[in-house]
């Protein structure tokens, strides 16, 4: 079955420095890449997403690349904010929805000033 | 505007009892969805429907019967409540069904079974 995995948290990095948060997954086919974002005490808000090989999805300064040769979709922002503490989930969907929808379990990201 | 909302934000109950969900979309999507969220964060999707159609069905219990009157609304009744069924419960919305991506989510509804 398909499965993605993400690197457990709590993430805690200084305001202003190089995020990188790891995905990795496992599907048949060529699945659909996506990063949500989870601020606290609401729902998850699309970040970004990829649907085929070396696409790039970009997102207020956030990107993820899909990476078929290392099946990997991992998100990076260059300078982060407080404002960017959430936790973060990465999620892939495959045959089109019909073999359906797959997240990682997550990762809290602490942004400190 | 709020896109996809629900009732209630919070619910408390107690073993035992019957409570409903409710959840409307003013997007226009044909496709709506129930996600549970357990205590660790962890993110699964329940129910799909489509067009007031139930396109996906989890491994769920029967307990959880999701109802979809129209296209815009799908509610989530769940009977005879269980400790276990204590999580954060998410509705969404897409127009292109699962290969849009897993939605626009609502707020969320926390419940608590006491």
């Known amino acids: 079955g398909n499965s993605v995995t993400q690197m457990e948290g709590p993430v805690t990095l200084s305001e202003e420095a190089f995020l990188t948060i790891n995905c990795t997954y496992t599907?048949?086919?060529?699945?659909?890449l996506f990063w949500y974002v989870q601020y606290p005490g609401e729902g998850l808000q699309l970040l970004l997403k990829a649907t085929k090989a070396d696409d790039k999805g970009s997102n207020k300064g956030f990107e993820a690349t899909y990476r078929k040769e290392t099946t990997s979709f991992h998100l990076e922002k260059g300078s982060v904010q407080v404002s960017d503490s959430a936790v973060y989930f990465c999620a892939l969907v495959s045959g089109g929805g019909a073999d359906g929808l797959t997240f990682g379990k997550g990762t809290h990201l602490i942004i400190q000033p | 505007d709020t896109a996809v909302s629900q009732t209630p934000k919070y619910l408390v109950t107690q073993m035992g009892n019957d409570k409903s969900i409710k959840c409307e979309q003013n997007?226009?999507?044909?496709?709506m969805y129930w996600y549970k969220q357990d205590s660790k964060k962890f993110l699964k999707i329940m129910f799909s429907y489509n067009n007031k159609e139930l396109i996906i069905n989890e491994t769920v219990p029967n307990r959880f019967s999701p109802k979809s009157p129209d296209k815009a609304h799908l509610n989530l009744h769940i009977n005879s409540l269980e400790l276990g069924d204590s999580a954060v419960y998410f509705c969404?919305?897409?127009?292109?069904?699962?290969?849009?991506?897993?939605?626009?989510f609502g707020p969320g509804t926390r419940l608590t079974v006491t």
């Open positions: 969404a919305s897409s127009p292109l069904g699962l290969a849009g991506g897993p939605g626009y």
């Open positions: 599907a048949t086919g060529y699945p659909s």
């Open positions: 997007l226009g999507h044909d496709t």
